[in-house]
């Protein structure tokens, strides 16, 4: 099966495919940014985290499956083969990394939380290095460049986040190597489907995963507010559909190894929301945090792959 880099350019990093690549996965960390900060407002309205996980997968998975059914219904046919890779996708990559990540928060800061979650980054890069493919020295600059821009960005230098349980790191670090399976089965699949495709069956596969831990009846649907409800609405929509339709262009135009260092800025864009919005302070390691994590994408966006490297 041949990879994104495969079908798209070689070394000229200056492709628009290329260029709308960088574009889409930027998109998609900004609203993965901005569904978080929704997510922490129905977090302190005492929405447990595997209730609003479990109701984002399964309203995420009903909007992509009316959309296209109605509009490319052509887009629901799938190999066979590639059943038990979606299946792993939708469980692992899409599903619980979420739900890990939202356990994770509740137990240590979100700054370092995010900063464990995205070692994924070196991890995809490791990964990719193994199954025989070339991972330029550029790129291992990037991908550290990208990781310690997240360190900054995220606000994890705080000395005050040094003390944490030991539980949440560890949830941390597992939801890094399934962070990882996003990525590499992401990339796998978007060599053969469109970003519709893996919408559907990747929310599919992991609603069918939150049937066996907590079925979608047992939810509290008649206990919960509107003002709850609102949240989980501009969760689905700003944490799910957008975020994830931009990710799997991304993957689609992008080997999986790239798309992870941009992922690497939504730590700062983050903090921008938060200046922007909530009124919270933007302090200086934090600006010079997503200034690393621009130069790590500048770096990987002008050493553009080849057919055999990422």
């Known amino acids: 099966m041949g990879s994104p880099a ?3 350019p070689s070394v000229v990093s200056t492709s628009p495919r290329f260029g709308i690549g960088y574009l889409a996965a930027l998109g998609s960390a900004a609203f993965f940014a901005l569904g978080g900060t929704i997510a922490k407002s129905a977090f302190d309205r005492g929405v447990p985290p595997r209730v609003l996980a479990e109701w984002r997968v399964l309203f995420a998975f009903i ?17 066979r083969e590639d059943i038990v890779w979606f299946a792993g996708f939708g469980i692992f990559g899409m599903g619980a990394v979420q739900w890990l990540y939202y356990e994770a928060i509740q137990r240590i800061p ?18 990719a290095r193994l199954r025989g493919r070339k991972v330029g020295r550029p790129l291992w600059y990037a991908g550290i460049l990208s990781l310690a821009g997240c360190f900054f960005a995220a606000g994890a230098y705080d000395a005050g986040l040094r003390a944490v349980n030991t539980d949440g790191v560890l949830i941390a670090a597992l939801d890094a190597v399934l962070f990882t399976s996003y990525f590499v089965l992401g990339e796998r699949l978007a060599s053969r489907y469109s970003a ?15 049937q066996v831990l907590q079925p979608f009846w047992t939810l509290p649907w ?3 507010d ?28 992008l080997p999986g190894a790239r798309v992870s260092i941009v992922a690497t800025s939504e730590p700062f864009i983050a903090a921008v929301i938060a200046w922007a919005v909530l009124g919270q302070s933007l302090q ?7 200034a690393l994590v ?15 490297s990422v």
């Open 226 to 253: 509107s003002d709850v409800w609102l949240r989980v609405t501009g969760v689905v929509i700003l944490a799910a559909v957008i975020p994830f339709t931009l990710g799997f262009i991304a993957l689609r135009l």
């Open 196 to 210: 519709w495709t893996l919408a559907v069956y990747g929310f599919g596969f992991a609603l069918l995963a939150w």
């Open 284 to 290: 200086v390691p934090q600006i010079l945090g997503g």
């Open 110 to 127: 979100i700054a370092v939380a995010l900063v464990v979650e995205f070692t994924a980054v070196i991890l995809v890069l490791l990964y």
């Open 63 to 79: 909007a992509f499956t009316l959309i296209v059914a109605a509009w490319r219904p052509r887009e629901l046919r799938i190999r």
């Open 222 to 224: 008649t206990s919960t």
């Open 6 to 8: 495969a079908r798209g």
């Open 294 to 308: 621009l130069g790590g994408i500048l770096i990987a966006q002008t050493h553009g792959p080849s057919a055999d």
